[in-house]
């Protein structure tokens, strides 16, 4: 493993464990104490993780992995949903997006489109979506969170209950059938709920690496979910149960 990959994936660990011993983060890796620590201290710079006694954590400025940092995993699977994805919103005339890789690259998939409003939280799929003028694209604003990119918080909520929605692509961190859809971040999770609750039809993307995932904060149960698209690693007898708890599982 490159370090670049151990990197993202040492905060991908912390951030799902919450805290995580040296110790058992060289052993994991199969490094050395040493290089472990060399790691940490780079990560620490970059304000992604905080040194504990004999371990590391989570830092305070963020709840999720930066999206700079997720953007390189699962990318061929991520490309491959968001592509499945734009078969389902043919007929629709208001998009409503949250933020997060999957749901980026499916936002890249309208730039050849035409007459569509786009609604959405995050800022870095409004200002793709400026390059296709024939797009009108509707931003929330308020708090900007920076491992996402995100506008979360009040102001933004009652900017999204403001729309109807055709369809709604929503991007998580965990998919279980007892917990549902779920983020590590409760204030973008309220966000993301509101664009639950105004569009007609919700899809969520979730590559497989997060399905069996229960996040901090709740977005809304597999019953309110019309479709859920993942990819082909997931097995389908898992795919079958996810479908048992109210929606239509697809594997791209």
């Given at each position: 493993?490159?370090?670049?990959?151990?990197?993202?994936?040492?905060?991908?660990?912390?951030?799902?464990?919450?805290?995580?011993?040296?110790?058992?983060?060289?052993?994991?890796?199969?490094?050395?104490?040493?290089?472990?620590?060399?790691?940490?201290?780079?990560?620490?710079?970059?304000?992604?993780?905080?040194?504990?006694?004999?371990?590391?954590?989570?830092?305070?400025?963020?709840?999720?992995?930066?999206?700079?940092?997720?953007?390189?995993?699962?990318?061929?699977?991520?490309?491959?949903?968001?592509?499945?994805?734009?078969?389902?919103?043919?007929?629709?005339?208001?998009?409503?997006?949250?933020?997060?890789?999957?749901?980026?690259?499916?936002?890249?998939?309208?730039?050849?489109?035409?007459?569509?409003t786009i609604v959405t939280n995050a800022l870095n799929v409004a200002t793709d979506l400026l390059a296709?003028?024939?797009?009108?694209?509707?931003?929330?604003?308020?708090?900007?969170?920076?491992?996402?990119?995100?506008?979360?918080?009040?102001?933004?909520?009652?900017?999204?209950?403001?729309?109807?929605?055709?369809?709604?692509?929503?991007?998580?961190?965990?998919?279980?059938?007892?917990?549902?859809?779920?983020?590590?971040?409760?204030?973008?999770?309220?966000?993301?709920?509101?664009?639950?609750?105004?569009?007609?039809?919700?899809?969520?993307?979730?590559?497989?690496?997060?399905?069996?995932?229960?996040?901090?904060?709740?977005?809304?149960?597999?019953?309110?979910?019309?479709?859920?698209?993942?990819?082909?690693?997931?097995?389908?007898?898992?795919?079958?149960?996810?479908?048992?708890?109210?929606?239509?599982?697809?594997?791209?």
């Amino acid at each position: 493993m490159q370090r670049a990959q151990r990197l993202n994936a040492i905060v991908a660990r912390v951030v799902d464990s919450g805290e995580v011993e040296v110790a058992t983060l060289a052993e994991e890796f199969d490094v050395s104490l040493a290089t472990i620590r060399r790691d940490i201290d780079s990560l620490q710079r970059k304000r992604l993780v905080t040194r504990t006694h004999g371990g590391v954590r989570p830092h305070d400025s963020f709840y999720d992995l930066p999206l700079s940092l997720k953007s390189a995993q699962d990318l061929a699977e991520k490309r491959r949903i968001a592509q499945r994805a734009l078969e389902f919103v043919d007929g629709a005339r208001v998009i409503g997006m949250t933020g997060g890789t999957t749901v980026t690259e499916f936002a890249r998939g309208l730039l050849d489109r035409q007459g569509l409003t786009i609604v959405t939280n995050a800022l870095n799929v409004a200002t793709d979506l400026l390059a296709n003028p024939g797009l009108r694209v509707f931003a929330a604003g308020g708090e900007v969170r920076p491992s996402s990119q995100e506008v979360i918080g009040p102001s933004a909520e009652t900017f999204l209950a403001e729309y109807n929605l055709d369809v709604a692509i929503v991007g998580v961190d965990g998919v279980d059938a007892r917990a549902g859809c779920t983020n590590y971040d409760p204030a973008g999770s309220r966000v993301n709920r509101v664009l639950v609750q105004r569009a007609k039809r919700v899809i969520v993307l979730a590559d497989a690496s997060k399905i069996g995932h229960v996040a901090l904060a709740p977005v809304c149960t597999l019953a309110q979910v019309d479709i859920l698209l993942t990819d082909t690693r997931l097995p389908p007898a898992d795919a079958e149960a996810l479908a048992t708890a109210g929606c239509k599982v697809l594997r791209a």
